[in-house]
């Protein structure tokens, strides 16, 4: 069994994003459907205002900067960075304002000798392998009493999209991905949550608890649309199964989804977390 290797897995990481960010952003983030409802609340809960000078971490295609750029109007700056070029050249065809600014740049390298009035991260966090690093950057440019606002998803219990197919997976290609590779549910309870940012120092914080909902259409649309969505990387991986083994796990997909199908139709609940937290002293370097 392959082990985590950091170097290996953000490669991946942007060549999958790279490939992906097209259908991401029209099909999911600019609809703002099923937990994309969560980029209205997080503009709302971050309390971000006219004139703020904000980052927007692991920004992707743009949607929560573009929002931000809305909101601080043209006395404010916001600034998305991202590691994935492909998300980026997106964000910048339609965040079009003077106030936007992205750059391509791993989270856990960021440095700016500027200091910001507010930090936004959504869907993020959990594909940072050292959330710690991370956090403790922010702290260094984040202003003294200044807030950060992070999204996640919940657990695979509370946020079973993912779930459903890769529990089935895993049965038949425990490989898949190496061991202790990130996942999406990594930060899925509020304590989790909560934890990783006390650890990091921050206070006040405050963890949001939203409950939405994701109809992919069938069972049949649900499943084609994951392997539409897989990246190539990933599609490889599936070559090792024989024709018998791909139906069988299919067959425990589809029985994984059955409790959340209704006249034909999947309809998946999906908890959102968003976390709130202050940073209570600038760090130094
Ligand atoms: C699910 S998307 C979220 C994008 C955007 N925030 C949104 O809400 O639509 C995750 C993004 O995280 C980015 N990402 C993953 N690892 C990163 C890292 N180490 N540093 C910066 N961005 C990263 C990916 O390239 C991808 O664009």
């Known amino acids: 069994m392959p082990r985590f290797d950091p170097r290996t897995y953000k490669k991946r990481i942007i060549l999958s ?3 992906f960010a097209p259908k991401y952003h029209s099909e999911w983030a600019s609809k703002e459907i099923g937990p994309f409802k969560s980029t209205s609340k997080l503009i709302t809960i971050s309390g ?3 004139g703020d000078f904000v980052l927007d971490l692991a920004c992707g295609t743009g949607v929560v900067t573009k929002k931000i750029s809305s909101k601080i109007g043209f ?8 590691i994935s070029p492909g998300p980026i050249k997106i964000a910048k065809k339609w965040n079009t304002k003077k106030n936007v600014k992205f750059f391509v740049i791993d989270a856990e390298k960021i440095k700016f000798d500027k200091e910001f009035d507010a930090v936004t991260c959504q869907y993020g966090l959990m594909f940072f392998p050292n959330v710690q690093l991370v956090l403790r950057k922010v702290r260094k440019f984040l202003k003294s009493d200044g807030k950060i606002t992070v999204v996640v998803h919940g657990s695979k219990k509370t946020a079973p999209y993912f779930s459903c197919i890769s529990n089935a997976v895993l049965k038949f290609i425990p490989e898949f991905l190496p061991l202790g590779t990130p996942t999406v549910h990594r930060f899925g309870t509020k304590n ?3 934890k990783e940012f006390e650890k990091a120092g921050f206070k006040k914080i405050k963890v949001y608890e939203f409950n939405f909902k994701y109809n992919p259409g069938t069972f049949q649309d649900y499943w084609r649309d994951y392997f539409t969505n897989l990246t190539t990387p990933l599609k490889r991986k599936f070559k090792s199964l024989n024709s018998s083994q791909f139906i069988a796990m299919k067959k ?7 409790k959340f199908t ?8 999906w908890r ?4 709130t937290a202050v940073n209570p002293k600038k760090l130094s370097d």
């Open 48 to 50: 971000i205002k006219k």
């Open 75 to 82: 006395s404010g700056k916001v600034v998305g960075v991202d």
């Open 272 to 275: 959102v977390l968003i976390l």
């Open 252 to 258: 425990m997909t589809e029985k994984n989804t059955k």
């Open 17 to 19: 994003w790279n490939e």
């Open 262 to 269: 209704k006249n034909g139709k999947v309809i998946f609940p």
């Open 192 to 194: 989790l949550l909560k």
